[in-house]
């Protein structure tokens, strides 16, 4: 799954956002395993790690609905 965001977002887009995420939760929860938890591309890949046709189906930009 995180081929395929890394592929929507052109690697670097990826890279800026999971930080920006991962920061945001971190003064947010106080947390680094918190914030690690919170990031959208990390719910949409715990969600959906054993629903392999998942990965076949999915629409481009799914992680954006776990924002």
Do not use: D, M
């Not at 990826?14 to 939760?25: A, D, E, G, T």
């Amino acid at each position: 799954i995180h081929i395929k965001q890394q592929g929507e977002l052109l690697v670097f887009g990826f890279y800026f956002l999971y930080v920006f995420f991962w920061l945001c939760n971190l003064v947010k929860y106080r947390s680094f395993f918190l914030a690690y938890s919170a990031i959208p591309f990390e719910r949409e890949a715990y969600q959906n790690e054993e629903n392999w046709p998942y990965t076949l189906n999915r629409k481009k930009y799914s992680w954006i609905k776990y924002i």
